[in-house]
């Protein structure tokens, strides 16, 4: 069994920043890509950003420029720094990883997601 959880949201004003933290634990054999999603009342969840094993990165248009992803593979951790924050990016956030068990099964997983809420 694979556990993703997510840390480090809260309440911030816009303009602020906050940086979320995502751990995964249990039977890893090694993390591929991981992601960010985020999903506001009433709204489907949305990809917010990804990142390959080897650090590939990619961003929806709404927040290249202010978010960054990246990763610690020795840790399997993977953040998510959140700049210049807008009342728009209040979400739960959620992370999400492609998970090569050890039993040699690939397998995405879920955090419980993180509540991040922007005040203007």
């Known amino acids: 069994q694979v556990q993703l959880v997510e840390s480090g949201g809260g309440w911030v004003q816009a303009g602020e920043s906050l940086r979320l933290s995502c751990v995964a634990s249990?039977?890893?054999?090694?993390?591929?890509?991981m992601r960010w999603y985020r999903q506001a009342p009433g709204n489907q969840r949305e990809l917010v950003a990804d990142?390959?094993?080897?650090?590939?990165?990619n961003y929806a248009d709404s927040v290249k420029g202010r978010f960054t992803i990246s990763r610690d593979n020795a840790k399997n951790m993977a953040y998510l720094q959140m700049n210049s924050l807008k009342p728009e990016d209040t979400a739960v956030y959620y992370c999400n990883a492609d998970v090569l068990s050890t039993s040699f099964r690939e397998l995405r997983f879920w955090g419980q997601g993180t509540q991040v809420t922007v005040s203007s």
């Open positions: 249990g039977s890893i054999l090694r993390l591929n890509a």
């Open positions: 990142i390959s094993r080897d650090g590939n990165t």
